[in-house]
């Protein structure tokens, strides 16, 4: 069974950093590409960044681009996204989620995290 | 502001047939497939169609996709009260280089 598990959220001033992670179980993670997915209170889902299952390949949203860095460990089967620069704007849950194919360019996930809050305020 | 639009919001009664669009453009759902998600109250997405019409294992028949040139849709059938959820489509956009999402689409059942 695939499981996501997010963790890292919390509450951050604007300005400041967070680091999230994923700890993926349940398939061979280097296989997949990953994302991070976001949805502000009460809003929809915009996705935020990707990267390809090697982890060579990575995108970016132009709402976090420069701010935010998507990375990944295959040996400890971990996704991150390194966010900086945070903004009241970046306040959102954050989902992990699974690709279906290696290469990151690609909007079909089939496993979804929980979600990990993340809140921008002073 | 999402660049594929889909109504904020869709009603039927139970037993009813329901269809939601999504509207992109060429360097998205021109180009690309399109997937939909449904996401119950308080939980995680949920992947409901891939590659424009193709339903995972254990999703139920009743949902079907289509898509032509830079729309597609979302039919529901048989409409049930556990139907109830928020729905969005999604694509790789080629210009942006980045997947989006429409805005979502609330689904009430009378």
């Known amino acids: 069974e695939v499981q996501l598990l997010e963790s890292g959220g919390g509450l951050v001033q604007p300005g400041g950093s967070l680091r999230l992670s994923c700890v993926a179980s349940g398939f061979t993670f280097s296989n997949y590409a990953m994302s991070w997915v976001r949805q502000a209170p009460g809003k929809g889902l915009e996705w935020v960044s990707a990267?390809?299952?090697?982890?060579?390949?990575?995108y970016y949203a132009d709402s976090v681009k420069g701010r935010f860095t998507i990375s990944r460990d295959n040996s400890k089967k971990t996704l991150s996204l390194q966010m900086n620069s945070l903004k009241a704007e970046d306040t959102a849950v954050y989902y992990c989620?699974?690709?279906?194919?290696?290469?990151?360019?690609?909007?079909?996930?089939?496993?979804w995290g929980q979600g990990t809050q993340v809140t921008v305020s002073s | 502001q999402s660049v594929v639009t889909q109504p904020p919001s869709a009603s039927g009664t139970p037993g009813q047939r329901v269809t939601i669009s999504c509207s992109g453009s060429s360097s998205s759902i021109g180009t690309n497939n399109v997937n939909w998600y449904q996401q119950l109250p308080g939980t995680a997405p949920k992947l409901l169609i891939y590659g424009n019409d193709q339903r995972p294992s254990g999703v139920s028949d009743r949902f079907s996709g289509s898509k032509s040139g830079t729309s597609a849709s979302l039919a529901i059938s048989g409409l049930q009260s556990g139907d109830e959820a928020d729905y969005y489509c999604?694509?790789?956009?080629?210009?942006?280089?980045?997947?989006?999402f429409g805005g979502g689409t609330q689904l009430t059942v009378l």
């Open positions: 999604a694509a790789w956009d080629d210009s942006l280089n980045g997947a989006v």
């Open positions: 990267i390809s299952g090697s982890g060579d390949s990575t």
């Open positions: 989620a699974k690709s279906t194919v290696v290469f990151g360019r690609s909007s079909r996930s089939d496993s």
